[in-house]
């Protein structure tokens, strides 16, 4: 089974930054470009950021662009979103999953081996 798996979540204060890790459980990330979803009590599930498969080629949703920044390390399996200036709105469970093709679109429908989230919550 084909699973990638979340970690770095927490409770952090407004301004605050994270590292969300993302790494796959029984295949290699390294022919996949992967994205970064995010998902709010009551808010549909909404891309946050993606990357190519050699990392060449990100995207963002307007409203992370400049705090946010997404990478990968193929040689380690895994990869990160760097959160900064994190606001109450980040607020969510943050997914990773894959696509074996690139292109700017961020449609979670399109993505597959969702992980199980990690929860973000930015709060004073």
């Known amino acids: 089974q084909l699973q990638l798996v979340e970690s770095g979540g927490g409770l952090v204060q407004p301004g605050g930054s994270l590292r969300l890790s993302c790494t796959a459980s029984?295949?290699?990330?390294?022919?996949?470009?992967i994205g970064w979803f995010r998902e709010a009590p009551g808010k549909e599930r909404e891309g946050v950021s993606c990357?190519?498969?050699?990392?060449?080629?990100?995207n963002y949703e307007d409203s992370v662009k400049g705090r946010f920044t997404i990478s990968r390390d193929n040689a380690k399996n895994t990869v990160y979103l760097q959160m900064n200036s994190l606001k109450p709105e980040d607020t969510a469970v943050y997914y990773c999953?894959?696509?074996?093709?690139?292109?700017?679109?961020?449609?979670?429908?399109?993505?597959?081996?969702w992980g199980q989230g990690t929860q973000v919550t930015v709060s004073s």
């Open positions: 029984g295949f290699t990330l390294d022919y996949y470009a």
């Open positions: 990357i190519s498969s050699s990392g060449g080629s990100t």
């Open positions: 999953a894959a696509r074996n093709y690139y292109d700017e679109t961020m449609y979670w429908a399109d993505f597959g081996s």
